[in-house]
């Protein structure tokens, strides 16, 4: 019997692991119907990260709604060549991007659930976001959808404001646009040469 349970651990951790490593950014979507409880299941698993002093400083909007999709993807490609941030070309390669998403999760910081509003608290605040962000890519990963991870709201903080109608405590940090793949992620090698034990 201990063996079996044994086996049992090995074979989830392998499992465990093997979504860890094969994990890619996925650019080219498709659209897929995400139901409800799936969309619930990738915000438990960011809510589910850990967090600086377990204060959880996040808070998630999911947008599902082809509409605002469409006009959040049409903002940004308008202002990245107002603003001169991008060309034409790079924006609309953005706004394709994200109007083919089917799910697009936006990951806010919450400076009121800080302990104070010391620089400290605050990159401690945007680490926790950092996890939720890839448990969030895991988690979508793992059932078979494409992810990855924008940092749009960063940079264009006062359109998501505005759009998502975010109160002023409350800092965008990034977005993860979702949906199926659409074709196959880039090979990552992983870099040996940033490994480092016991000293530099």
């Known amino acids: ?12 951790n392998v499992e465990c692991i093997e979504a860890i490593l094969s994990r890619r950014s996925i650019r080219k979507l498709a659209e897929i119907n995400i139901d409800r409880g799936t969309v619930e299941l990738l ?16 808070e998630f909007i999911a ?11 049409a903002i940004l490609r308008s202002e990245y060549i107002k603003s001169g941030m991008a060309d034409e070309i ?21 400076l009121a659930r800080l302990r104070d509003a010391s620089p400290l608290e605050k990159t401690l605040g945007i680490q926790s976001l950092a ?15 494409a992810a990855h991870w924008r940092a749009v709201p960063l940079a264009r903080p006062d359109i998501f404001r505005t ?20 074709g196959k ?16």
């Open 131 to 145: 996890a939720a962000a890839e448990n969030i890519l895991l988690a979508a990963h793992c059932l078979g959808l």
């Open 90 to 110: 790079k924006a609309e390669r953005t706004y394709s991007v994200i109007r083919s998403a089917s799910l697009i999760i936006i990951g806010f910081l919450n």
């Open 43 to 58: 915000l438990r698993a960011a809510a589910s990260a850990p967090s600086a002093h377990n204060l959880q400083p996040w």
């Open 163 to 182: 759009l998502f109608n975010v109160p002023d405590s409350v800092e965008p940090q990034w977005m993860i646009v979702i949906g199926a793949p659409a």
């Open 1 to 12: 019997m201990q063996n079996l349970i044994i086996l049992t651990l090995l074979k989830n």
């Open 63 to 73: 947008v599902d709604d082809r509409r605002i999709i469409e006009s959040l993807a």
């Open 185 to 200: 992620p880039r090979d990552k090698p992983v870099r040996s040469d940033v490994f480092h034990f016991n000293q530099w």
